[in-house]
Every structure is written in C-alpha cells, then in structure tokens.
C-alpha cells in the first residue's frame, strides 16, 4: 500500500515534506540543512537541466566551471554582495585531519594546516568569476562573454526545508559581461524571458514577471528580474531570477575594456540563476493528497504500462508493441512487470510518483479490443482501443500539460485581489492568502512596515501593469502602478 | 598569430602546461591548486559526460545527489578510508563571517559560529552514501543499488597540475549495494570494461586492464580494478579505477540486509570513478607541438569550415549548404565566418584547438568544384569534389578516430619491454622509460624498494597476463605472473 499522506486541509506544509519523501524525490541526509536527491528527484532534475541547457546554448551561452572556494579576501571585494552573504557562509579554515591523540580511532583537525587565508564555500560566484574575467578581457573584441555554470552553492540557512530551502543546492548561474549598458539590460531580460519560457511552457507554472524592489534585489545588483509563481495555499514563490550588475563587479574586481573608441571602460555584467528549487515549486503547484502531479514535458517515466492483474503472454506482447510505438515517438515509458505487487498497489505507487498517464492491460478487456487509460491529473479513466493507442497517448500528454497549466492559472486568478485599501489588503493576507495588487509610495520603509505588520512582502514591481493614478495602502501617498504583494516562501 | 607552445622535445611539462592552457582548455585561478575549466575545456567534458552517462544508464544505473560535506564522525567511520584521505581534507569548521571590528571593510571568520563538528568537504562520498544505503536497505528485496552521482570533489594536493591533479575536480563516483560477493565483484569488473570501451573506442586510448597491488588500492576496497595508458612520454597515467569494497563499508555504517534465506547478512559494495584527470589524459596521449589533436568522437567541433581568404556570397551559399548537409549527419561544424583574422591565422587556432577536419574553400578552387581539406592527425592536405564530401567527411572523420587509436597504440607497443633482470629493469626506467613488464615476488616491501630506488610502480597485475615460470627481478623468488611496471603520473 501506499504509503500516508498528510492531506493539504490538514496540514500544507507537512504534506509537502511527507510527499517529497515519500514519493522517492528527496531523503534527509546527516548534514544539517542538506538533503540527498534520490533518483526520482535527480531525474526530474536531469530532465529540466537538459531543457534550460538548451535554451541557454540557443541563446549563444556556453558552459564552463569555476571553482567552489572564494579566498576570503575576493569574497569581501564587492561591498553589499559580501554583507549580503556574508551571515551564511560555510568556511574552510583547516586543510588536514590527524589521528587524535586521545583516541587513536577518531581524526581531528590538525591545527598545524591551518589555512593563511580563509576559503569560502561558494554561496554565488559573481567574486571568483569576475576576479578571473578581469584576466580575459582586455578589448571591446573581447565581448561579450556569454558562460553559464552548473554547479552546487552552499548558503548556511537556519530554517531548511528540502528543495526549498537547503544549506547546498544544485544550480545554474550564467556570468555574463558586455561592452553597454543596454547590451546588459537586454541580455538580463533576456534570461528573464528564458526562465517564463520554461516555468511556463514546460512546468506547467504560470508566472508573474517583475522587478524586485531595492529591498529584495541580489547584493550587488543594480536591477533584479524575478519570475513569481503561486502555490496552493496563495503563498508566492521566487522561481528565478536574472540580474542587471551594472558596473559594480567590474569596479570591485577592475575590469576594464578598451572600446572601439579606444576609451578605458568598466564593463557591464549580468548574472541569472535558477535551483533545483523549481523541484519544490513544480511540486506545490501541481500535486495532491494522492501524490505527485508531473507534467508530462518534466516527467521521469510519462506512461507505465500495468498489467491486469499480472504479466502473461498475450498482455506482455501487446505491452511490447506498445511501448515500441511510443518509445519510437520519444515517449519515455515503463512497464511494470513486477510481480511482487498487486495492481491496486502499483496503482498507488504510480500515482505517489507522479506518472501522468497509466495504461492497465488485461485479459478480459483485451477480449474487446481495449486497455484502460487513466489519467494522473484528472484520475479519469476511459477505455481505449488498442490501435488507437500510439496516436492518443502522445495528444492526452499534451492535453494534460496544457490542463496542468490552466488549472493552475485559474487557481492563481481565482486567489488573486486588486485592493485600494489597508483593511481589505490585511483581510486577504489574514485571511485566505493569495496574490495582492496593491499601489505602493515606493519607500523602502513602507514596504517593511508592510512586512512587518503582514508578513506581506512586495514580490514584484510586475513589468505589465498599466499605469494608473491611485494612493498607497499604507501611507495614502499617490502612486502610479499598482505592485505584487505576497506571502512567501 | 597562435601563441607559442614550448616543444614536446625540450620540456615536455611545460608542454602540457603550454597547451592546455593556451588551446583554452583551463585557466589558473584565484585559489591554491584549483583550475577554471574554460569552455574548450568544458566542451570537451560535456561531451565526455554524456558518452559515460548514456553507457552508466545502458547498464543499469541512475543518478543521485549526495550532499558535498561529510561530518567528522562518518568520515572516519571507515577507518581505511579515512587514513587514506584524512591527509588532504579541505575542513568547514564556522558558517557565518562578520565585519572586522578593526576595519570596516574586511570581513573575519565570527568566532561565535564555530561547528560543534566538522565538516569534510568530500574527497569521495563513500562514507556519506553508505550511512544513507543503511536507511534504504531492509531486505534482498531492495537490492541491488545502482546509482551514480556527477559531482565536484576535493583532495588537498601538495603539488598540483591542470586536469592530471587538482584541488577540486569533477568527477561521477558509481555507489553500488549487492547481496552476494559474486554480483559486486560482476559489479565492478563490468564497470571496470566501461570504462575501458570509453577509453579506447571514445578517447582513442588503448588501456592495460589490471587489478592494484595492496599498496595502491583504493583506500578502504578489497579490490581495484584499474586502467592504465601510456603517454608520449612512457609515463603511465591511471584513467579510471573501480573497486570491490567487500563489507568493509557495509561494516562501518552497519547496512544489513534480510536474506531470501531469511538471515541478516551486511551488503556488498562496489563503487567506481572517471573524473576530469580525463582531459589531462586525452591531451597527452594525442597532442602535437601545434596544439590540441582532439579525437573525433568527443571533440566540441569536429569540422571548421574557413572562406579563403574571406566570405563572399560564393564561399558562404557552399558552406552553408555543406554545414547543412553534416548537421543533419549529426556532425559538429563550425563556420569561421570571422572578418578580423587570415586563414593563416585561424588555421593556426583551428589547429590548436584540435579541430580533427579543416575545409579550406576559396574562389580558384571552387572554379574546379573543388575545397582543401586538411586533417589535424596527419596535416595531411586533399582536394575533394564539393559533391563529394557530405560523403567523403564522415568517414574521414572515422579514420581518424581509427588512425588516433593505432597511433597511441603503436607508440606504445614500442615502448613496452619485457625484462627478467635488474640491470635491464633500471636501463629502461632510467632511461627511455616505457612499460616495463617484470616478474614480482609480490611483497610490498619489494614494492616499495623499487619504487624507491627507480621511482616506478606497479600501475596493475594485468587481467589478461599468461601465467608463465619466472624470478622477482628484484629479489629472484620465484614468481608466476609478470606484473606491469612504469613510472606515472
């Protein structure tokens, strides 16, 4: 049987964590803050890296690898990046064990290989990477430089939850430099639209695109790009971001051009990033008390097949044939021909791990020509001719990517207020949660006291909104555009 | 004009140093032992990933991620193992900076934010995995366990090299669980043969398949199998190990498992491991005094296609048919469309970056509906038919790859010797160097006089060695098996 689930009336937050680790995605490990992406989880991940690696080379990016130590002293070069991640850094003081002396059988830190100079795990790689551009660009001919990295970042975080939230995580950052500001800008929306593009399109996760406000900008960056999407329970969640640097690595670090005019220049940089945070998100946005909800485009395994109530000649072959012609068409299926287990069990299994589409074969509707589909998504069940298969699963994939992203869009709408006012603005965050377009007078300290009193943080100043005349919830200031207020995580 | 690489002749080292960093392969860093893998560099890993990864995957296994510390207590658990790193572990021993009060703009390591215990940042995950497989092992039921992980790993090094011995360096570790001694030992013989076709069909590198002595297994294995190549300079280089770890992690972390007879038995262990060195391997088997010779099968770009002297609407409408014609042969072209620099200029880059096919067209030639094409193994230079090279390059470019293997091969063969006596053993290591196959009494303590004395190890017990009646060129015990010796990497 499938293991329980607490329901999300119940306890949001704890059906998270039961279906992450029930459903096969994520285990704790014995590091504080660090969890172990276990096999299903890390095939969601590998889907998701092959698709945005795509996007980036097809937007002319190349990969490279930077190292995992910052000295301490680059660390500290760019002021505000430094303060920013300066709380939770994980730093490598010692380079050698020695056998305690007290007990020949433990190992302790040999105080004699202390390091001169202090290294930090890398939380971001904006020092080490600008610190190492200043060797590669000497001219306008030089630019831009368009890199992107894979790789694990380590931020010490007091409260962890996984995938959400964990002391290392699994990311990309793209590093990139150019000769104008407007070349930089342009690339870091660039990216912006990149990520919409894939949160959209391929999780099935419908996104608010905006601006961070000072407040909630990346240290060290002049303008920060974020894409914000909605979980059930109308808490926001921050699913990538891509940041215009301005010149302020290249000041910190010295990197100078020379341009075709033959001038000494700072040069412009951006930097984007996306975790395996997006794990957590697609899983929030779609999943139920069942299990996971995967959308096709992301899933591991899109079709098991089961046979009803277990393998046998004549099921096997149509099973055979069957995957044939979907795997002919790039449709990543599996039969379950386990025999240990029951359908009704693999039934639940299946559902626990998010498989959208399941084909039961058995011996009495093969009689008849048909197998039974049932959909993940909306647990329809309908029968379908054989031969009609290879033709309908792949048009029900696309029709369950497309319910996914609608059903999610009007989950977002249905939980999203346009208020004018203090009291309404406090009843809907106090209340059933949710999306909050709001106007705002633009100050920093309104938006803490906002903070402060709601738990309510702007999410974005979104790039859409119209213009309109209207007056600050909180302080009656005029204001012309209304802003993204939420909850989040 | 291409920057100069110093003779393979005069200094060999230097050489190597020369090349991988002037074909843009890797860049020195900030940090003490650590490399940038430039995007060449990392190229020529991606594709090196995907090949390993797809043939990981063909036999069965998966992907996970552990995290990157181990705390102190696991990571001695093992006592072998951790005798064997504890050397050369860089150690996380605080988690926050603070500003330094005697000057604002420095940060210090806050005291306050000590560890209550340490964390290794991983050398190998052994350790960290096996205390998480004794939570996911219950019964022969849940075996086997195949998994593998891509990820960065660190050892401090004393002396380091680019790719050959780094800091950090990417590598994938297999962590495998099995419930007899047969299947691990299967296990890791099976992997020992995937990395073995990878070396010779993929890096066209022929390899010496044997198991290590005592002295140089793997720090806590039972068994390592390894690989060994000869490069242009007769030193050996150790390309890929797999080990049989017996129960010894098993043991340490107490993973037991239910038998099918109903007894609990500690699990099997296997793990095996190719990383970055790869590259550092591939360049030294191959290259030239001009630069880089990339094998076709891995190489980032396989044919560049140069306008001589520069585009025109001619030149361009032939390479870009061409170009068409190779892509969708899934073959890797480039068009150096560049206005800045001559064709002498970019055959000089092409060349060091070790593209295997340069297409040379040009207006005169193109007159007799013919192109230069030059291959980067040989400099050899042919005119081929315009109508005959989406023909003609696919199997140049299996001739190479074919030619690179005899090559390296041929070298080789030659600079292997079998010798039965001291004097001869010493003339050869001291002198041209090569691979010396000895007879060995098979103590460690020979071992080690000769490595003391000569500076050459046993790089294996070859798998495929006849057993035949001689004398320890050492010692003069009696011996059955000749062993392979070499001075390595």
Not at 44 to 60: C, P, R, S, V, Y
Not at 64 to 77: G, N, R
Not at 345 to 374: N, S, T, W
Not at 442 to 449: I, L, P, Q, R, Y
Request: hydrophobic share 40%.
């Amino acid at each position: 049987m499938a293991k329980v689930i607490t329901p999300r009336q119940e306890d949001y937050s704890q059906w998270y964590n039961d279906l992450v680790y029930r459903s096969g995605l994520a285990d704790q490990s014995a590091v504080r803050g660090c969890m172990v992406i276990k096999p299903h989880g890390y095939a969601l991940w590998e889907n998701m890296q092959a698709i945005l690696d795509k996007m980036f080379k097809d937007t002319g990016h190349v990969n490279a690898y930077f190292p995992l130590f910052v000295p301490k002293s680059l660390f500290e070069a760019e002021e505000k990046n430094a303060e920013g991640f300066a709380k939770e850094c994980a730093v490598v003081t010692h380079y050698r064990l020695k056998t305690d002396p007290n007990n020949k059988s433990k190992l302790i830190v040999d105080p004699e290989a202390k390091l001169e100079e202090e290294l930090i795990v890398r939380p971001t790689s904006e020092a080490i990477i600008w610190n190492t551009y200043r060797d590669w660009i000497k001219s306008y001919r030089d630019l831009p430089i368009l890199i992107n990295q894979w790789a694990n970042v380590v931020r010490w975080e007091m409260r962890t939850r996984p995938f959400l939230r964990t002391t290392e995580f699994l990311w990309q950052e793209g590093h990139t430099a150019h000769s104008t500001e407007n070349e930089a800008i342009e690339e870091a929306l660039k990216m912006h639209e990149v990520y919409t593009r894939f949160a959209e399109d391929y999780m099935a996760m419908p996104v608010i695109k905006g601006a961070k406000t000072a407040n909630e900008r990346f240290a060290g960056a002049v303008d920060t790009f974020t894409i914000e999407a909605m979980m059930q329970d109308g808490k926001a969640l921050q699913a990538g971001t891509s940041h215009y640097l301005g010149q302020n690595f290249a000041k910190a670090f010295n990197v100078k051009f020379l341009s075709d005019q033959n001038r000494e220049e700072f040069v412009y940089a951006t930097s984007w990033g996306v975790s395996t945070r997006l794990i957590g998100a697609l899983v929030m946005c779609h999943s139920d008390d069942d299990g996971l909800i995967l959308p096709p485009r992301l899933a591991p395994i899109q079709v098991v097949i089961v046979p009803i109530p277990k393998p046998s000649e004549q099921i096997d072959q149509v099973a055979k044939t069957l995957m044939d012609q979907l795997k002919s068409q790039n449709i990543r299926v599996n039969y379950d021909q386990d025999e240990k287990n029951r359908p009704g069990f693999k039934f639940a299994e299946h559902e626990l791990k998010g498989v959208p589409i399941r084909i039961g074969i058995g011996a009495r509707d093969l009689e008849q020509g048909l197998v039974e589909v049932a959909r993940r998504d909306t647990k329809e069940k309908i029968q379908i001719p054989v031969d009609k298969l290879s033709t309908e699963i792949p048009l029900m994939l696309e029709k369950i990517q497309i319910n996914l992203f609608d059903r999610a869009k009007n989950f977002r709408d249905q939980k999203t207020h346009f208020v004018d006012d203090r009291k309404s603005f406090e009843e809907i965050i106090n209340g059933p949660g949710g999306f909050v377009y709001a106007h705002w007078d633009g100050s920093s300290e309104t938006e803490n006291a906002i903070k402060e009193s709601t738990k309510a943080t702007i999410r974005c100043i979104p790039l859409d909104a119209p213009e309109e005349d209207g007056q600050c919830i909180w302080t009656g200031v005029k204001s012309k555009k209304r802003v993204l207020f939420a909850r989040a995580y």
